[in-house]
């Protein structure tokens, strides 16, 4: 994901959010170091009296999915899958694996998604390396992936090769979702403005022996048609809330992924247009979708020439992807 790089005009706010989560870190810090010492002298726990600890701390600190991230994080901390913690659950940590654990449950503490702290995110099934500089994948952008797949079952029936172009690509978990449901023959294009979002789309393609390239450029600027796909899931975020969300995306989530321009609106603007040069007559764009931004993005994408269907929702009912045609 991407948005053009003018200054934030919420960057007062940013600045004054940044020093509440350093001071939210440092007692994190402070918290996280009593966490494997139950009492007055330190003792060594189980691997399954750790867990459920540091589950108990994280919910009364607020966090959503306290069971799901004690076990990821010890999981990582140590080396184990599910199956391997809870072979060894009764097992003692040592003082080294406790210490490991320490470290990256204060990092939870201090709102770092686990998904940044594992360094990994699940999507479609599929395992996805990330960076500093790339979004985490959402459960929502799911949605797109089968929107563009119905779309191509009813379009183009059976197993021609296909083009598929994925603007602002970043770790190019979207691009990688739906190639790897399509014939071998099919391959892909993911373009970004970030050279270390770029680097990670590579690695990921190439981890899953993906038929895809990249290329440095803004939206679909250097692609040059016709393709038979275009996707993209924006920075669809209007530039004043960004201060307003949870510090698990405002700290972490780069600001390129986030700033969709005053109404959020600015990647929409761009995209109507380069997938209009660069679509087949019979091509498809899907598009990811804001919160109550479907009215405004069909009228930005029938003005530019393409005729949108109607959204399809994501399973909090929320209109989540948008599939438009070229119209003649």
């Not at 200054?7 to 509440?20: G, I, T, V, W």
């Not at 170091?33 to 607020?62: D, M, N």
């Not at 197993?159 to 978990?173: N, V």
């Not at 993911?190 to 190439?206: F, P």
Request: proline share 6%.
């Amino acid at each position: 994901m991407r948005t053009p790089s003018q200054p934030s005009s919420s960057l007062q706010a940013h600045q004054e959010l940044a020093k509440d989560d350093r001071a939210c870190a440092q007692a994190a810090n402070v918290d996280a170091r009593c966490l494997l010492v139950p009492g007055r002298h330190q003792v060594a726990l189980s691997i399954e009296v750790t867990r459920r600890s540091l589950a108990s701390k994280f919910r009364r600190h607020g966090l959503h999915t306290a069971e799901l991230d004690a076990r990821l994080i010890i999981g990582h901390a140590l080396g184990l899958d599910h199956t391997a913690l809870a072979a060894q659950s009764q097992r003692a940590l040592a003082t080294d694996e406790a210490a490991s654990i320490v470290e990256l449950a204060t990092r939870r503490l201090a709102h770092e998604p686990v998904a940044r702290i594992l360094g990994r995110k699940e999507f479609w099934g599929l395992s996805f390396k990330l960076n500093p500089q790339t979004f985490v994948p959402r459960p929502e952008t799911e949605t797109v992936v089968s929107a563009t797949l119905a779309s191509l079952a009813c379009d183009h029936p059976g197993s021609r090769a296909l083009r598929i172009a994925d603007l602002g690509t970043g770790s190019g978990a979207l691009l990688l979702a739906i190639l790897s449901e399509l014939s071998e023959d099919t391959c892909g294009l993911g373009t970004d403005i970030s050279l270390a979002a770029l680097d990670c789309a590579r690695d990921n393609a190439a981890a899953q022996r993906a038929r895809a390239s990249f290329i440095a450029c803004d939206y679909g600027a250097a692609i040059k048609g016709p393709v038979d796909v275009v996707v993209s899931n924006p920075p669809y975020i209007p530039r004043q809330k960004i201060a307003t969300l949870e510090p698990e995306v405002r700290t972490f989530d780069p600001d390129l992924a986030l700033d969709g321009g005053r109404d959020g609106l600015d990647g929409y603007r761009t995209i109507a247009v380069d997938a209009r040069r660069i679509l087949a007559p019979d091509g498809i764009l899907v598009v990811e979708l804001g919160f109550g931004q479907a009215a405004a993005v069909r009228s930005l994408l029938a003005a530019a020439g393409l005729a949108p269907c109607e959204p399809r929702h994501d399973l909090s009912g929320i209109p989540r992807a948008l599939v438009a045609r070229p119209l003649p």
